[in-house]
């Protein structure tokens, strides 16, 4: 993962330096508006790198179950900031509307802002298909938002090309307004999903439904299964089950049974976590009076 966020902070420097030529060599508010967010990329994937080496701690006393939620934390702080830059270049294209002043040497700023797109868009792309490999939220963040840059360039781009074929100088900053809306809305998502993660959440129906197929391969007269809980913190995922057995059977048969299914399960998916509680025949744990809701697409029995 480290990897990742390396290329990721490289290619954000060098996206930065592209985009402030662009907007040294044109004036343009909506370059300098572009050029403000990719900054925020430097700072988010600084802080990723940080929030990954916390994260990739093993368990301890103080936290038996591992660091892996400190990932939501980078991609909420990444979110805190792509709002508060949007709300710099809302400013100044609010500002150089009310003031319009004229772009110059558009061509050679268009040129430095799209090489600087296809850099974050390679990027994005790539980091991308390691979030999905590795289920890290943090790579995803960082993928999003490169990928909510190039969008936003794109539109910088086309607007500011605009300019002087039109006269229209009010354009330009009509666009940075346009990017600081887009942005908002990204750094919603981000800060929404980190808070979610935090909470708790339940697995995606695939894997509730991978863990289904598993348990009924070992459902019979003599073994159920209830109160079965599912959730994710970070890369990790977690399972958590009664498994309802004979009365008669030694301890032996019994923890050998639980083996069988605990083995099952992490083999068929990848990372997860098995809690297995033994219980005999006819009695329920306290649970069963707690009225605990039930897991989606996890029926009892």
């Not at 040497?105 to 268009?110: C, E, K, L, R």
């Not at 999003?144 to 006269?167: C, E, K, N, Q, Y």
């Not at 289904?212 to 913190?233: E, I, S, W």
């Amino acid at each position: 993962m480290r990897r990742y966020l390396y290329v990721s902070l490289a290619a954000a420097f060098g996206v930065i330096a592209l985009k402030l030529g662009a907007w040294h060599f044109t004036g343009s508010v909506g370059f300098l508006s572009d050029a403000l967010e990719s900054l925020v990329n430097v700072v988010a994937a600084a802080f990723a790198l940080l929030m990954v080496a916390i994260a990739g701690r093993p368990p301890d006393s103080d936290h038996p179950y591992g660091h892996t939620k400190a990932e939501y934390f980078s991609s909420a702080l990444e979110g805190l900031l792509i709002g508060v830059a949007a709300l710099g270049i809302a400013a100044e294209a609010v500002h150089r509307l009310l003031q319009p002043h004229p772009v110059h040497a558009v061509p050679a700023g268009v040129a430095l802002n799209a090489l600087a797109t296809l850099i974050n868009l390679g990027v994005a792309r790539w980091m991308l298909s390691g979030a999905r490999r590795l289920r890290s939220i943090v790579l995803e963040a960082d993928a999003r938002h490169l990928l909510a840059d190039v969008w936003t360039s794109v539109g910088v781009i086309v607007g500011v090309s605009l300019v002087p074929l039109t006269g229209w100088l009010w354009l330009d900053p009509i666009v940075g307004i346009v990017v600081a809306g887009h942005i908002v809305g990204e750094a919603w998502r981000l800060v929404a999903r980190s808070v979610d993660g935090l909470m708790d959440r339940s697995l995606p129906d695939a894997d509730i439904a991978e863990v289904n197929l598993v348990l009924q391969r070992y459902r019979n007269v003599d073994v159920r299964f209830d109160h079965v809980r599912t959730r994710r913190a970070g890369t990790r995922r977690f399972v958590s089950m009664h498994m309802h057995m004979p009365a008669h059977w030694s301890l032996g048969r019994a923890a050998h049974c639980r083996l069988q299914v605990e083995r099952a399960l992490t083999e068929h998916i990848a990372g997860l976590v098995a809690t297995i509680e033994m219980l005999p025949q006819g009695e329920e744990s306290l649970l069963d009076g707690a009225n605990p809701p039930a897991t989606r697409g996890a029926p009892e029995g």
